[in-house]
């Protein structure tokens, strides 16, 4: 079993900064990737960003150039920088890992952006 702790949500004002951060603990054998999903109120969880193994990234449209994700293997923590925050991302982000084949998932971080 692998747990997830994630942490450094909050409100902020919009153009402000967040850094949130999910450390990985348990039986890690090998994780392929990790990643970050976000799910806002009355709507579906949708990816925000990923990073493989390898270092591949993916970044949805909306957040491109404004977040960005890093992992630090020898803590198996990943994390996720946001930048130019705007009240759009507001929603609950998640932490996902993909650990050999087992997908595990944070208890969410809510992050709030006042405009």
């Known amino acids: 079993q692998v747990q997830l702790v994630e942490s450094g949500g909050g409100l902020v004002q919009a153009g402000g900064s967040l850094r949130l951060s999910c450390a990985a603990s348990?039986?890690?054998?090998?994780?392929?990737?990790m990643g970050w999903y976000r799910q806002a109120p009355g709507k579906q969880r949708e990816l925000v960003a990923t990073l493989t193994s390898g270092g591949s990234t993916n970044y949805a449209d909306s957040v491109r150039g404004r977040f960005t994700i890093s992992r630090d293997n020898a803590k198996n923590t990943v994390y996720l920088q946001m930048n130019s925050l705007k009240p759009e991302d507001t929603a609950v982000y998640y932490c996902?890992?993909?650990?050999?084949?087992?997908?595990?998932w944070g208890q969410g971080t809510q992050v709030t952006v006042s405009s």
């Open positions: 348990g039986s890690i054998f090998v994780i392929n990737s």
């Open positions: 996902r890992i993909v650990e050999a084949q087992t997908i595990y």
